[in-house]
C-alpha cells in the first residue's frame, strides 16, 4: 500500500514538504521551529515551475525574499509588508512580477516593500512570521494577501505550529514535527491524519479561526502603529470564501473588482498559482486603494502614487 500510495502521489505535499524532504537537489527551504519551515537564509537558486518555466530566486540573510543577489533591506526605512502564502511570494514568478514587486518598482513609491511570503503558509504561520517581523522594520502598512486554501491549512497541525480557539482566544499549539526525507516518512499515515484532521478538526476550527486569525493580525499591526489591510483572493463569486470577512472591521480588496476578461484563469496550468497578468490586475487595485488613502478618502498612507 505504501508504494501505491508513493506512485499516486497521495496524499499530495506542499511544495515545502516536496523541497524540503523529498528533493534529490538543492532546497529553497528549511525547518523552523517557530514557522515550520522558511526559506534557506543568504540563498540565490533558479527553480523550475513546470516547463519550461525558469525563475531565479533570493533571499536575504533573513530568508526574506528580495529582488536580487546581495541586496539588503533597510530595517530604518518606512515600510510595507506584505503577507501571506505563495501568492505573496510570487510562485512561479520573478519579483518584479509579483505584486509586492510591481508596487517596489514604481519610481514615485516612498515606502520599501518587504515580501514576507512563503509557500504553502496559512494564515496560523502569516501572524506568527509578522509577529515575528513587524518590529524588526519601520511598518507602516502590512498587507496580507488571503486565498480560500488558508481556511484548511489553518487546521492542519502537520509539520507546523498551530493555533486552537478556545472560547474567542487564539492558544498556540507549539507541536513541531520535521519535514522528514521521503525514505523514512509513511504517505500512508499521512493520508490518515490529513483525512482524520480534514473530518474532525474541519468543523471546529475551519472559518472561525480564520476569522479570529485575521482580526488577530490587525491587532499586532494597529499595536505597532501601522495599518492593516487584506487582499482576498478570489477567482470567482462561487468560492466558499466569499463571505469570510463578513461583518468584520476590515479594510478588504477584493480581487473581483474590476476584473479583466478571462480573470478566473489568469493562472498556470502546472499548480494553478497567479500569472503576471493576475498580479497586476491585483496591484492596480491595492495602488488605487493605497491613492485613495493618500488623498484623504480612506484612512491616510501617504506618499503614495503611480501606475502599474
Not at 543577489?69 to 518584479?96: N, Q, R, W
Amino acid at each position: 500500500m505504501e508504494v501505491a500510495f508513493r506512485i499516486a502521489g497521495i496524499p499530495r505535499t506542499s511544495v515545502a514538504c516536496r523541497q524540503f524532504g523529498e528533493s534529490s537537489g538543492p532546497t529553497i527551504f528549511r525547518a523552523d521551529k517557530e514557522l515550520g519551515w522558511a526559506y534557506v537564509p543568504n540563498a540565490a537558486f533558479r527553480m523550475q515551475f513546470g516547463p519550461p518555466r525558469w525563475v531565479n530566486v533570493f533571499f536575504d540573510e533573513n530568508g526574506i525574499r528580495v529582488p536580487s543577489e546581495g541586496f539588503h533591506l533597510d530595517p530604518a526605512k518606512p515600510s510595507i509588508l506584505f503577507v501571506g502564502c505563495s501568492y505573496t511570494m510570487g510562485h512561479a514568478l520573478f519579483y518584479e512580477e509579483t505584486v509586492a514587486g510591481l508596487i517596489a518598482a514604481l519610481p514615485q513609491f516612498q515606502f520599501q516593500v518587504v515580501n514576507l511570503g512563503v509557500q504553502a503558509y496559512g494564515t496560523d504561520q502569516t501572524l506568527i512570521a509578522l509577529k515575528k517581523y513587524i518590529s524588526r522594520f519601520n511598518t507602516k502598512l502590512v498587507v496580507y494577501t488571503f486565498m480560500s486554501a488558508h481556511v484548511e491549512r489553518n487546521v492542519s497541525a502537520v509539520s507546523k505550529p498551530f493555533f486552537e480557539l478556545v472560547g474567542d482566544q487564539l492558544v498556540l499549539q507549539k507541536v513541531f514535527e520535521p519535514i522528514h526525507p521521503s525514505w523514512v516518512s509513511s504517505r500512508v499515515i499521512g493520508a490518515i491524519r490529513i483525512m482524520l484532521d480534514s473530518k474532525f478538526g474541519w468543523f471546529l476550527r475551519s472559518k472561525a479561526l480564520t476569522r479570529r486569525l485575521v482580526m488577530e493580525m490587525k491587532k499586532v499591526t494597529e499595536a505597532h502603529g501601522a495599518k492593516f489591510m487584506v487582499i482576498q483572493w478570489l477567482w470567482n463569486n462561487k468560492e466558499n470564501t466569499k463571505d469570510i470577512f463578513k461583518g468584520l472591521d476590515l479594510d478588504v480588496i477584493n480581487t473581483l473588482d474590476g476584473a479583466p476578461p478571462g480573470w478566473g484563469t489568469m493562472f498556470n496550468l502546472y499548480d494553478a498559482h497567479p500569472l503576471p497578468q493576475a498580479n497586476a490586475h491585483v496591484a492596480q487595485l491595492l495602488l488605487k486603494r493605497l491613492a485613495e488613502e493618500a488623498s484623504g478618502a480612506k484612512p491616510r498612507v501617504s506618499g503614495v502614487s503611480g501606475t502599474v
